[in-house]
């Protein structure tokens, strides 16, 4: 047998009762749709999107829009500080000007001078 | 207050046929669709309990709504595109997947077909839900892969990848004997 015919065998098998179409009948029996018929304008045929998505999708959104924020706002105080105090972020470098033998020799000096 | 047997007899009897009108309610159009809408709803939620569910909104939105259809494939079509967004709508709830996960099929089944149909009936239920959907609208409601594009709302290239996939995975889970 091939799987068309195995497929439509097996869901064949699968068939509301009589006891669900009697429930189901009794159901539409007592609803009142004259009653409902005004409330409905649009055939709404598309599947409703869940709350949890649109919950998720604002926390994103949030999320996103604190991350620009921060960023935004450290690179703005950065730029302020460079134009503010440029000599913060200028690394100072200390050179050796004098060697001990240079500062030996100034004292030498110094000394005869007194001498 | 009569029950709807016994409505439905009496009305038979005065009428000569079983189409019964209550309140505007024609339930001669339950009778036609009733199986293949609760057919579908068990394709999509693998759930009798929620099948029925299903087959219960989707007749209150026809009775409320009172659509017009062009013929009857339109209509078919409508009951078809309505099942599968409601069951669709059911499994994006967290709490109902958790609960459909949980359910045990092989009993469920079981109980529905012979051992046989049963086997294949439980292998096209264990396929994901778009192979799932996708099969069953193709081999058993015998839509072209065009009309289960346009009634799923997806392209046909993604409905042929579907079946494809789905063909080959059943193919795996029934042991290769089929062609």
Same mark, same amino acid.
């Given at each position: 047998?091939?799987?068309?015919?195995?497929?439509?065998?097996?869901?064949?098998?699968?068939?509301?009762?009589?006891?669900?179409?009697?429930?189901?009948?009794?159901?539409?029996?007592?609803?009142?749709?004259?009653?409902?018929?005004?409330?409905?304008?649009?055939?709404?045929?598309?599947?409703?999107?869940?709350?949890?998505?649109?919950?998720?999708?604002?926390?994103?959104?949030?999320?996103?829009?604190?991350?620009?924020?921060?960023?935004?706002?450290?690179?703005?105080?950065?730029?302020?500080?460079?134009?503010?105090?440029?000599?913060?972020?200028?690394?100072?470098?200390?050179?050796?000007?004098?060697?001990?033998?240079?500062?030996?020799?100034?004292?030498?000096?110094?000394?005869?001078?007194?001498? | 207050?009569?029950?709807?047997?016994?409505?439905?007899?009496?009305?038979?009897?005065?009428?000569?046929?079983?189409?019964?009108?209550?309140?505007?309610?024609?339930?001669?159009?339950?009778?036609?669709?009733?199986?293949?809408?609760?057919?579908?709803?068990?394709?999509?939620?693998?759930?009798?309990?929620?099948?029925?569910?299903?087959?219960?909104?989707?007749?209150?939105?026809?009775?409320?709504?009172?659509?017009?259809?062009?013929?009857?494939?339109?209509?078919?079509?409508?009951?078809?595109?309505?099942?599968?967004?409601?069951?669709?709508? &059911?499994?994006?709830?967290?709490?109902?997947?958790?609960?459909?996960?949980?359910?045990?099929?092989?009993?469920?089944?079981?109980?529905?077909?012979?051992?046989?149909?049963?086997?294949? &009936?439980?292998?096209?239920?264990?396929?994901?839900?778009?192979?799932?959907?996708?099969?069953?609208?193709?081999?058993?409601?015998?839509?072209?892969?065009?009309?289960?594009?346009?009634?799923?709302?997806?392209?046909?290239?993604?409905?042929?990848?579907?079946?494809?996939?789905?063909?080959?995975?059943?193919?795996?889970?029934?042991?290769?004997?089929?062609?």
């Amino acid at each position: 047998m091939n799987l068309h015919k195995e497929i439509k065998n097996a869901y064949r098998a699968i068939q509301v009762s009589d006891d669900m179409t009697e429930r189901l009948k009794q159901e539409l029996y007592q609803k009142d749709f004259h009653e409902e018929e005004s409330e409905t304008f649009i055939v709404e045929e598309a599947p409703k999107i869940s709350i949890f998505r649109y919950v998720s999708f604002a926390v994103a959104c949030i999320a996103m829009g604190i991350g620009i924020g921060v960023s935004m706002w450290n690179m703005l105080a950065k730029r302020n500080d460079n134009i503010l105090n440029p000599s913060s972020t200028v690394p100072v470098e200390i050179t050796a000007t004098e060697t001990t033998e240079d500062t030996k020799e100034s004292a030498e000096s110094i000394q005869n001078i007194l001498d | 207050m009569l029950s709807v047997q016994e409505f439905e007899n009496h009305t038979s009897d005065i009428h000569g046929n079983h189409t019964i009108h209550m309140s505007g309610v024609s339930f001669a159009i339950v009778d036609k669709y009733k199986d293949m809408i609760y057919r579908t709803a068990f394709t999509v939620v693998k759930n009798h309990e929620d099948a029925e569910d299903i087959l219960q909104e989707v007749f209150f939105k026809y009775f409320r709504l009172q659509p017009a259809f062009e013929n009857q494939s339109h209509e078919k079509a409508w009951f078809l595109r309505v099942t599968i967004n409601e069951g669709k709508n &059911l499994l994006r709830s967290f709490w109902k997947r958790k609960r459909t996960d949980d359910v045990n099929f092989e009993n469920i089944v079981q109980q529905q077909a012979d051992s046989h149909d049963s086997k294949v &009936l439980q292998a096209v239920m264990s396929l994901p839900d778009k192979y799932r959907i996708a099969i069953y609208l193709y081999y058993y409601e015998e839509y072209s892969i065009r009309e289960i594009a346009s009634l799923t709302s997806q392209s046909e290239t993604t409905i042929a990848q579907h079946l494809s996939r789905g063909r080959k995975k059943l193919r795996k889970k029934l042991g290769g004997e089929q062609k």
